[in-house]
């Protein structure tokens, strides 16, 4: 009989992954948690079947090396650059404290140094896939804090690749001494050396080719040769920066997304690659559950608690001082905390590749596994707890204002840098500088219309004001701000921000203070109605509809361009479509 067993643990991870996703997700627990559980029941430490776990590492590589070109696929500077003043200085502080921290809990358990600083890096990087999930379940992914938070994650897995790339160094020799400093700093200077090579020719060489070639295989209109292409891409590149440049394969694939996401066909690119990253990620969090000895749990219960207090308490208490440090809000410190008290699988990744090398015990595995279960099961839990706790500070208003009194003095000077000209009245007040917040204010500026921002990113308040532009930091919920941006005189109020309750706030404090005034309002779903016709807001745009609405009319316009669908809509100008009524 020929050898099936790739065949039979393909198809028993991902029956028992859809099984245990299933059940997780019944119980309002991410599908990751139920993809571990069942690594865990097709691995060796359970009875009945057993994969081969050998297969399945080389299986979970491809999961890693897709995971990979994704994140450099959706890699953009601009997103990083937003938000650089609090993402740098937090990821790194962020990432130094629970690294230092794990590396007490390893050397408590008697675990030499260099295991113990792999502990720590891998627990120090969160989920893009869980962080992504609780900000779209809490509608802030394209708030401030949001951003902050995404930006946040983007620096760590930033790191993350260069801990991948400078991990061997701290590999034991055969003999089981260390190398010596002469010899890291010159090995490290060769992979780095290496490691620019790689990226030059990827960025520069590769920056031209790439895009080019997937234009011409986008020009076949042949979607089997398009999604081969971008697969060659991906595989092809990691395995080369592997076996050429000594590189990590993970690596390898990063830079290919990076190139990629260069090319006109990116988002299709993207597509096409989304089912098969997802479909081998499973796979690759099954075989992180193939590995985990749940004995671990039982003896070594102080590594495995110590590893959790990092992940639970640690990450979020840093976050949270650095936030307000940084002088920005509460509400941004719980969002990025709460968000970023869980690790996934960027953590694995560093104890796979730690592991493989010999730096990382297997008990130390086992203990970030254990971490990633409970860490990622209660994450949800923990992050509306968070931001309800915003709320109950008002009963403390010393508190509140001791935790404020740093973003507010950021602020306050800020708004004293607002600079108008005597007699200056808004006619429009634009309350959210988000991606839908610029393009309203662009038009807004296209109409002749005066105007000014209200936001609370700080960073964008300063930015705006240096270019020229009109703009106040400040919660637009409260009657002091909104009555310093001239609300009283103002005839048009436009809340960009998705939040219903938020917006039902803000349109009540503007009629307290101008009853005539007209209120424009964005909300996300049709379902949120209740609320804001509560408030009386003159015309609402729901993200559901209007995206609905524009697919019918698109099709209708291709409908009858030709009868059978082919035809092409007449472009919009833009006095049809973004102008808003004359004052």
């Not at 979970?60 to 995971?67: N, R």
């Not at 001494?177 to 790689?198: C, E, H, M, R, Y």
């Not at 015990?361 to 990633?372: F, K, Q, S």
């Not at 059978?564 to 472009?571: A, C």
Request: charged residues 15%; aromatic residues 6%.
């Amino acid at each position: 009989m020929h050898d099936i067993s790739l065949i039979t643990t393909i198809a028993f991870g991902l029956t028992a992954a859809l099984i245990f996703g299933l059940g997780a997700k019944r119980l309002g627990l991410s599908p990751i948690v139920g993809y571990l559980l069942a690594g865990i029941a097709v691995g060796p430490y359970t009875p009945g079947f057993v994969g081969d776990v050998g297969l399945a590492m080389q299986l979970a590589e491809i999961g890693v090396i897709l995971l990979m070109f994704g994140v450099g696929l959706h890699f953009h500077v601009g997103d990083l650059m937003s938000v650089r003043s609090i993402a740098l200085p937090g990821a790194l502080g962020q990432s130094l404290a629970a690294t230092l921290c794990g590396l007490g809990v390893a050397l408590a358990a008697g675990w030499t140094w260099n295991a113990g600083l792999v502990l720590g890096i891998a627990i120090s990087v969160a989920s893009t896939v869980v962080l992504i999930r609780v900000l779209m379940d809490a509608g802030l992914m394209e708030s401030t804090e949001g951003r902050v938070a995404v930006g946040w994650l983007l620096v760590e897995d930033i790191l993350t690749v260069l801990v991948l790339v400078l991990l061997p160094f701290l590999a034991l020799k055969e003999g089981g001494g260390t190398q010596s400093a002469g010899d890291i700093l010159l090995s490290i200077g060769i992979a780095l050396g290496k490691l620019v090579g790689l990226g030059a020719i990827m960025l520069v060489a590769g920056a031209r080719f790439v895009p080019w070639l997937l234009l011409r295989v986008a020009k076949l209109r042949s979607r089997e040769l398009f999604t081969l292409a971008v697969l060659v891409m991906a595989m092809a590149v990691a395995t080369a920066g592997y076996l050429a440049f000594g590189a990590s394969m993970a690596l390898g694939a990063f830079l290919a997304g990076m190139v990629v996401g260069q090319s006109k066909v990116s988002h299709q690119a993207a597509a096409d690659a989304l089912p098969m990253r997802d479909a081998f990620a499973v796979l690759f969090f099954v075989s992180v559950g193939m590995l985990f000895d749940w004995r671990v749990v039982l003896q070594e219960p102080g590594l495995v608690l110590g590893t959790l207090l990092v992940v639970l308490v640690v990450k979020p208490a840093a976050a949270l001082l650095i936030v307000i440090a940084r002088r920005h809000t509460v509400k941004t410190g719980l969002v990025v905390a709460g968000g970023l008290a869980q690790i996934g699988e960027f953590s694995f990744i560093v104890a796979e590749a730690a592991k493989k090398l010999g730096i990382l015990p297997g008990a130390g595995h086992n203990a970030i596994v254990a971490a990633a279960i409970v860490s990622i099961s209660i994450n949800p839990w923990l992050f509306r707890r968070l931001l309800a706790a915003e709320a109950r500070l008002d009963r403390f208003p010393r508190l509140r204002g001791w935790l404020q009194r740093r973003a507010a003095g950021r602020g306050m000077r800020a708004n004293l840098d607002e600079s108008r000209t005597p007699g200056f009245r808004p006619e429009v007040i634009l309350v959210g500088y988000g991606p839908v917040g610029r393009s309203v204010e662009h038009r807004v500026a296209e109409l002749g219309l005066s105007h000014i921002v209200i936001d609370l990113n700080v960073d964008t308040v300063v930015a705006l004001q240096a270019g020229g532009k009109h703009a106040l930091f400040g919660d637009a919920t409260h009657a002091e701000i909104l009555s310093e941006a001239g609300v009283r005189h103002a005839s048009y109020l436009v809340v960009t921000l998705p939040d219903s309750a938020t917006a039902f706030a803000i349109i009540n404090a503007a009629r307290a203070q101008n009853p005539g005034i007209k209120t424009l309002v964005r909300a996300r779903y049709l379902n949120e109605s209740d609320l804001l016709e509560q408030a009386g807001p003159d015309a609402v745009c729901y993200d559901e509809a209007e995206a609905a609405t524009a697919l019918s009319i698109l099709l209708r316009a291709h409908a009858r361009g030709d009868g059978h669908g082919r035809g092409r809509p007449k472009p919009k100008s833009n006095a049809e479509d973004d102008n808003l009524p004359a004052s």
